[in-house]
């Protein structure tokens, strides 16, 4: 069974984004392993400056790469768009490409460092819009759910 590997920047703060992800987790449980890694976010001056938020992100890659497993996958503005059946088909292809993980990170509100973003075998965008990175957890976990019952056949999808 794959690992489905969550990095991600900063904890739930709200009841129903955690209520939302706890049950896509349920549900993912039917279909592979889960791992979710919570990392702090580095403080930040109210203005930050770039120096700042660089050694900021690079001190959050520092403990990201901890966990870095299988096939992985940053969540970033400059990552492709995929539609919910081809996404479904790099999760499934995964394990025949050799991957026992698949690792998606999604990073603070200033991003990723480069560095990690680098490493990525898919750099991939939930959409041209901006979500807070909190309802972006949920989004992603529902499309992961989504690609699982895509490549089972499932009628969610419909």
């Known amino acids: 069974m794959i690992t489905i590997n969550l990095i991600v920047i900063g904890k739930l703060k709200e009841e ?25 976010e ?8 770039e120096k700042e938020i660089n050694s900021a992100l690079q001190k959050e890659a520092v403990q990201i790469k901890k966990y870095l497993k299988g096939m992985i996958i940053p969540l970033c503005i400059e990552g492709k768009q995929l539609t919910s059946v081809k996404f ?4 499934t292809s995964a394990g025949v490409n050799g991957f026992s993980a698949v690792t998606f990170i999604i990073g603070s509100s200033f991003g990723l460092a480069p560095e990690i973003k680098s490493m ?10 901006t979500f807070p990175h ?5 989004m992603l976990l529902e499309q992961v ?11 969610y999808h419909k």
């Open 145 to 155: 759910y989504r690609a699982f019952q895509i490549a089972e056949g499932g009628k």
């Open 120 to 129: 990525g075998n898919l750099k991939l965008s939930m959409s041209d819009m």
């Open 88 to 91: 479904s088909e790099k999760i």
């Open 134 to 138: 909190q309802l972006a957890r949920v």
């Open 42 to 49: 580095c403080r930040l001056s109210e203005n930050p400056s």
């Open 16 to 40: 129903y984004l955690r209520s939302a992800c706890a049950e896509y987790i349920k549900r993912l449980s039917r279909y592979c392993n889960f791992e979710i890694h919570e990392l702090d």
